[in-house]
């Protein structure tokens, strides 16, 4: 029922900075959690953020705390990841999902993903 769809990746120096979008379809979308994920070449998709539906608690892992922030925006039925002092090492694919609770989200027991973006930090 709910489509997403990432946008905003792409080739970044190392310290530079990229926000992803992820824009979610139908009138339901305001009411999921939403987080994002991302999975590097060879490893395992891993938890990167998540915001509540209504905003306010938000929960990073620890290797982005202090330079990611989520937020998101329910009139625009979209969520964002700024991603400001990109290091080599946040290169993946980043992917947006949704889910009843930032719980859900983290068990991971995501209800809806995108289909993701590829970013991509240089030295």
């Known amino acids: 029922q709910v489509q997403l769809v990432e946008s905003g990746g792409g080739l970044v120096q190392a310290g530079g900075s990229l926000r992803l979008s992820c824009v979610g379809s139908?009138?339901?979308?305001?009411?999921?959690?939403v987080g994002w994920f991302r999975q590097a070449p060879g490893k395992e998709r891993e938890f990167v953020a998540a915001?509540?539906?209504?905003?306010?608690?938000?929960n990073y892992a620890d290797s982005v705390k202090g330079r990611f922030t989520i937020s998101r925006d329910n009139a625009k039925n979209t969520v964002y990841l700024q991603m400001n002092s990109l290091k080599p090492e946040d290169t993946a694919v980043y992917y947006c999902?949704?889910?009843?609770?930032?719980?859900?989200?983290?068990?991971?027991?995501?209800?809806?993903w995108g289909q993701g973006t590829q970013v991509t930090v240089s030295s």
């Open positions: 915001i509540r539906w209504s905003g306010g608690i938000r």
């Open positions: 999902a949704a889910g009843d609770s930032i719980k859900d989200l983290l068990l991971p027991n995501p209800r809806y």
């Open positions: 139908g009138r339901t979308f305001s009411v999921y959690a």
